[in-house]
């Protein structure tokens, strides 16, 4: 006979059997039965890596959609969104790549047959935690005083761009405003309606007329010393920018970061060589003025003693950032102090081996006449401060580049084949014949060859970007499909697939104002 002991342990075996099959019945039929059991984010992590985390699962997209209706999209669309939580982290460094290994988007996507602002979005992947830098909620400008020479209607066109990182920093702005091709000087009242216009908009804007008025532009521009260093409103300013009415920069922090490695008591003549070393060898070591020029007050106090010598003495053809280089030569020891994240931007054709080369320029130049609005790149720094040009690698295959694209490499090129220490080099430039200089590795380098797009690499550009509502801040990348012009030849006609359209992607990146670090109101930007 059996004993109780026996029976008993056969009675618990034969519960827990029943128990085991109803669990695993239940985990087969339920969907929700995995999440129940997993804590609701879940962070993945490498070396390269800080945080990404997810949600199992699916939402309702819940967002609005009639601005899709107003891009030049090509019918039928494929489309996905998601939704980014911003976590400011204290002493966070911001690296080159952040590896992430979750995907950014689901590999299927929402159809859009035709032009609606009606359309049904459906699912959309629940939304993603990444962590970044914290950034000062205040920032301290005031040591810096910045100088254009432009006429006001220029003035007008780079106003936004200015007021993204100029306004509410305390920095001063001293435009002379010179006069157009076709017209005459602008009177005082048309300047001082301006300079009220702009600082209503919170900017500490100065307009003033040319030192003298019938000086040629490079005469003005380098005017600009003497104009920012006599000023009243730069009394207690310890360096002066001179830069371009298209000169852009990314970030003020960065700025002042950058220069707070120099001590402006001492003379400092900070800027940066061209990125093409044909500009290099014509125009000289010489920081060059589309980057922004940073002179130490104690650098140019002493140029202001010889200005009206270094004026009269210039060679007439001489630019502008060349007559600054000519006095500093002739009058100081002072020599350059290269600062490469300054960007002249001396090269053409496709820049984004530039943008996508997770490096934080601190300026960017020659925005004007190019196809890619800076303006559009920084507005996500409103939630991520300085996440501009930040880059994320999800999965194997895709690489966002904040502000910029999202770059997917297909099967036999994945992403993590390649060295993204290296920029892809997708632009032109010139060369110097007999140079061992083949164009940009002084200043770009390492570089890496450029890939075949649409086979190699398909990259999805952002062509548009907002400030939501609710603070957050919405970012569309698109792939445009090939169009099929009148004018192509039938060869190229043929090579376009009728019912292919665009895919666009979606991003919501929204600040996550419950974490500790976005609480706080004391991180300060302080002057330098």
């Not at 060859?449 to 190699?456: E, G, P, T």
């Not at 801040?473 to 009728?498: I, L, N």
Request: charged share 25%; hydrophobic share 35%; with cysteine.
């Amino acid at each position: 006979m059996p004993s109780r002991r026996s029976i008993l342990a056969i009675v618990c075996l034969c519960l827990l059997s029943i128990l085991g099959f109803t669990a695993h019945r239940v985990q087969k039929t339920s969907p929700s039965f995995l999440q129940n059991l997993v804590p609701p984010k879940i962070t993945f992590s490498d070396q390269d890596a800080k945080i990404g985390k997810g949600k199992f699962g699916r939402q309702a997209c819940g967002r609005d959609t009639k601005w899709l209706t107003e891009l030049d999209l090509k019918y039928p669309v494929t489309y996905a969104q998601r939704e980014i939580i911003v976590q400011p982290t204290p002493n966070l460094e911001r690296k080159s790549l952040t590896k992430v290994k979750e995907r950014i988007f689901p590999k299927s996507k929402t159809p859009i047959v035709e032009k609606n602002s009606t359309f049904d979005l459906g699912k959309c992947q629940l939304p993603l935690t990444l962590e970044v830098p914290l950034s000062p909620a205040v920032i301290n400008a005031s040591q810096l005083a910045f100088g254009i020479a432009t006429t006001l209607d220029r003035l007008e066109e780079s106003t936004p761009y200015i007021a993204r990182w100029l306004a509410n920093t305390g920095a001063q702005l001293l435009v002379v405003a010179i006069k157009p091709e076709k017209g005459d000087l602008p009177t005082a009242k048309e300047m001082s309606e301006r300079e009220s216009k702009l600082r209503d908009q919170g900017m500490d804007i100065t307009i003033l007329a040319p030192l003298k008025p019938e000086e040629q532009y490079t005469e003005t521009y380098f005017s600009l010393i003497r104009v920012l260093f006599k000023h009243p409103s730069t009394a207690q300013s310890s360096w002066f920018v001179l830069m371009d009415d298209d000169t852009f920069f990314p970030s003020m922090p960065s700025l002042l970061s950058m220069l707070s490695r120099y001590d402006p008591s001492q003379p400092h003549w900070v800027g940066a060589i061209s990125e093409n070393w044909w500009s290099v060898a014509r125009y000289g070591i010489m920081a060059f003025g589309g980057g922004g020029i940073f002179l130490s007050r104690a650098l140019v106090s002493t140029i202001d003693g010889f200005y009206d010598t270094c004026t009269t003495e210039m060679h007439p053809a001489a630019g502008g950032d060349e007559r600054v280089m000519r006095c500093i030569h002739a009058h100081t020891e002072t020599k350059l102090t290269n600062q490469p994240d300054l960007h002249q931007m001396d090269i053409f054709g496709d820049l984004s081996g530039v943008y996508e080369a997770g490096r934080m320029p601190l300026s960017l130049h020659h925005w004007k006449g190019t196809e890619y609005p800076v303006r559009l790149m920084s507005l996500v720094s409103d939630v991520c401060g300085d996440c501009v040009l930040q880059r994320w690698q999800f999965g194997d295959d895709t690489v966002l580049t904040n502000g910029y694209s999202v770059a997917v490499y297909p099967e036999g090129k994945k992403a993590n084949g390649l060295d993204f220490e290296k920029a892809e080099e997708t632009w032109d430039a010139k060369t110097v014949e007999g140079s061992v200089n083949p164009g940009t590795a002084h200043s770009m380098s390492p570089l890496r060859d450029r890939l075949v797009l649409d086979q190699q690499k398909i990259q999805y550009k952002l062509v548009e970007s907002a400030v939501l509502d609710d603070g957050s801040v919405r970012q569309t990348y698109v792939h445009k499909a090939k169009r099929a012009e009148e004018e192509d030849a039938e060869e190229e006609k043929k090579e376009v697939k009728k019912d292919e359209g665009d895919t666009v992607l979606v991003l919501y990146w929204k600040r996550d104002d419950q974490s500790p670090a976005a609480m706080s109101t004391n991180a300060t930007s302080q002057p330098v």
